[in-house]
């Protein structure tokens, strides 16, 4: 589905509430979009409002015919299919971590505190529905976009260790989309590689499912960054 025809479903959904001006497309929509892509089959909205996830899961469940319709209570967040398209909904979030817990605590934070969370400056591009103007909070998106360069937004080293899937997800988006690591970035992909053996199974096989690992760069990245010792 091209964006102009998502924002035909939304928009005449959400014209008169209190979400217009709150709800923005976030992450690979937004960066793909930027990198010349035209159509999408899964879409990311993230409310700047406190249980914003939740309430506008619900608003739409009332306005729209949808195929599924599912609530995560733990983190605020829902996801619906219609029309052949996944759309995923949560508010926006500050997160802390456990040592040795993948999965965070969560509060509601507006934007310019929730693009602190994301992995990389690439995925944390936002778009408002209604005026498509394209929010680049932490100031490095667009610039490592058309760097082509994947950076983490905080220290990497504790990016990764806060979710060792990430480290899997770097190699994926430098391999699919032939981008580079940024060095520090890199270093500590390397440093860290061992983590990914902690990960389940099943977070592993999902991950490595979303790359192409006929790629010659793929394959290259998870050899000379130590990835490939630990994968199950």
């Known amino acids: 589905?091209?964006?102009?025809?998502?924002?035909?479903?939304?928009?005449?959904?959400?014209?008169?509430?209190?979400?217009?001006?709150?709800?923005?497309?976030?992450?690979g929509v937004v960066r793909d979009l930027l990198l010349g892509k035209q159509d999408f089959t899964d879409f990311d909205l993230c409310i700047e409002k406190r249980y914003g996830g939740l309430k506008l899961g619900k608003f739409l469940q009332n306005k729209l015919e949808l195929q599924s319709y599912e609530v995560f209570p733990r983190f605020g967040t829902v996801r619906m299919k219609l029309q052949g398209i996944s759309l995923d909904l949560v508010q926006t979030r500050c997160e802390t971590y456990t040592?040795?817990?993948?999965?965070?605590?969560?509060?509601?934070?507006?934007?310019?505190?929730?693009?602190?969370?994301?992995?990389f400056t690439i995925n944390s591009l936002y778009l408002e529905l209604f005026?498509?103007?394209?929010?680049?909070?932490?100031?490095?998106?667009?610039?490592?976009?058309?760097?082509?360069?994947?950076?983490?937004?905080?220290?990497?080293?504790?990016?990764?260790?806060?979710d060792a899937l990430r480290i899997l997800r770097a190699i994926r988006f430098a391999g699919t989309l032939d981008f580079d690591l940024e060095e520090e970035t890199y270093t500590a992909i390397r440093a860290l590689a061992a983590k990914v053996q902690k990960l389940s199974a099943k977070a592993q096989?999902?991950?490595?499912?979303?790359?192409?690992?006929?790629?010659?760069?793929?394959?290259?990245?998870?050899?000379?960054?130590?990835?490939?010792?630990?994968?199950?």
């Not at 589905?1 to 992450?27: C, N, Q």
Request: proline content about 5%.
């Open 1 to 27: 589905m091209t964006l102009e025809a998502f924002l035909d479903i939304l928009r005449p959904a959400l014209k008169g509430s209190d979400f217009v001006g709150k709800t923005y497309l976030v992450g």
């Open 99 to 119: 040592e040795g817990r993948r999965f965070p605590r969560i509060r509601y934070c507006p934007i310019a505190e929730d693009v602190w969370r994301r992995d």
């Open 205 to 232: 096989s999902q991950e490595l499912g979303k790359m192409d690992l006929s790629n010659s760069r793929v394959q290259l990245l998870l050899e000379e960054s130590g990835i490939q010792n630990y994968l199950n």
């Open 131 to 162: 005026s498509e103007n394209i929010l680049d909070p932490c100031g490095q998106g667009k610039m490592d976009l058309e760097g082509r360069l994947i950076r983490t937004l905080r220290d990497p080293l504790l990016v990764f260790s806060e």
